[in-house]
């Protein structure tokens, strides 16, 4: 983040919403990246609890934080939307399609997880921008305006399948055009959801946040864990 932010998280037990103060150092994990033993980062496939089948910098970060072991899984599948697909449809077809191609590529029989976040407004997935002018067009569209940002979790192993899923709405500040280029200039937005990361810059876009904030980051934490802990993965191997 740019600074702490403040964000509105739907609490469904206890039907109302809470404001939350994160701060960015809770979300550095870089010891994962150079390879260093720490607790909760990836390590040994022979010691992972699971396999994380993404490549997204922020779940591996999100998992990291949380106390999780788990090893790195690289697959790749076609994220190209079908025509006329509902943007709900295309996040759950994607990540049915990375969950098979995952369990394909295992080399050991532990749970794979995988997962999907994406930017939905008038019914329709955004997708990644392609360039710059791309990026800004997704930011005129999504400028002054109320947008969902759609996350599921799937954990597979054998022929077990479970999932969470989470919506969080997000309502921007109208933006200015000039605003929108120097956002897009920087290269935040490219291979980000929507063309812009929470996280970063664009944190100064959020008028109001409804849902999860760690599940437009890319990975609903306190879902994830409830979910792996169906499959007897839990922080620190508890």
């Given at each position: 983040f740019s600074g702490p932010l403040r964000a509105q998280h739907a609490n469904a037990a206890a039907g109302r919403c809470v404001t939350t103060r994160i701060s960015p150092t809770r979300?550095?994990?870089?010891?994962?990246?150079e390879g260093r033993a720490r607790q909760g980062c990836y390590i040994s496939r022979m010691n992972a609890a699971f396999y994380l089948a993404s490549q997204?910098?922020?779940r591996h970060e999100l998992l990291a934080q949380a106390g999780l072991r788990f090893a790195p899984l690289s697959v790749s599948v076609d994220e190209?939307?079908?025509a006329r697909e509902a943007g709900l449809?295309?996040?759950?077809?994607?990540?049915?399609?990375?969950?098979a191609a995952a369990l394909a590529a295992a080399p050991t029989e532990l749970p794979v997880l995988v997962a999907d976040t994406e930017v939905i407004f008038d019914g329709k997935a955004l997708g990644k921008p392609r360039d710059a002018a791309h990026a800004?067009?997704?930011?005129?569209?999504?400028?002054?305006?109320?947008h969902s940002v759609v996350t599921r979790v799937v954990v597979g192993l054998g022929t077990r399948r479970d999932h969470v899923e989470t919506t969080t709405h997000?309502?921007?500040?109208?933006l200015t055009f000039a605003q929108i280029q120097r956002y897009c200039a920087s290269g935040e937005p490219m291979g980000k959801a929507g063309?812009?990361?929470?996280?970063?810059?664009?944190?100064?876009?959020?008028l109001s946040l409804s849902g999860s904030l760690?599940?437009?980051?890319?990975?609903?934490?306190a879902e994830t864990l409830e979910l792996l802990s169906r499959f007897d993965v839990r922080p620190g191997g508890a």
């Open positions: 979300l550095s994990c870089a010891g994962a990246y997204s910098p922020r190209t939307p079908r449809d295309y996040v759950r077809r994607v990540v049915d399609e990375k969950l800004e067009k997704m930011l005129e569209q999504l400028s002054g305006e109320t997000i309502t921007f500040a109208p063309a812009y990361a929470i996280q970063g810059e664009a944190a100064g876009f959020v760690t599940g437009v980051i890319g990975l609903p934490v």
